[in-house]
């Protein structure tokens, strides 16, 4: 489990349109500023060797459900995230911006997904193993906490 001391709790299944996307059960619990401050730290954050950025549709779907939380967050604003620490390529995973995906994600979620969320050579498409893996861990965490 990871080190947020207010557990968000999430729920799956909000979206037609976005099959994985992920809905806040207690958005009053979540420390807005907190949030905006890891944003920033990836928005300004770069991989190994400096020259790579997150995407900036991921910044900007980000931001949209930041400004209001109490919407769906797409599945490709969280997963590409957790990509970014969960890549095989070592520098990118221990680069700046990967230590700072991992911050933004332990600040969100009680449960790390054993591997990258998305397709390497298929951006964007969803591995759903994994994906199914760490939602039942995610939602197992979550079942137990009070």
């Known amino acids: 489990m990871t080190g947020h001391a207010c557990r968000l709790r999430w729920e799956r299944g909000v979206s037609r349109h976005d099959p994985f996307a992920i809905r806040l059960l207690n958005p009053d619990a979540l420390d807005t500023c907190e949030l905006a401050r890891r944003a920033e730290r990836i928005r300004h954050s770069r991989g190994a060797g400096g020259n790579k950025a997150i995407d900036q549709a991921v910044m900007q779907d980000l931001s949209r459900w930041a400004a209001n939380p109490v919407e769906a967050l797409p599945f490709r604003a969280y997963a ?67």
């Open 80 to 146: 590409k995230v957790a990509d970014w620490f969960l890549t095989r390529k070592d520098n990118d995973r221990k680069s700046e911006l990967g230590l700072a995906c991992k911050l933004l994600w332990d600040f969100l979620f009680m449960a790390v997904p054993p591997e990258r969320l998305t397709n390497p050579h298929r951006p964007g498409a969803a591995m759903t193993q994994p994906l199914d893996r760490w939602w039942r861990t995610q939602a197992a965490w979550q079942a137990h906490e009070v």
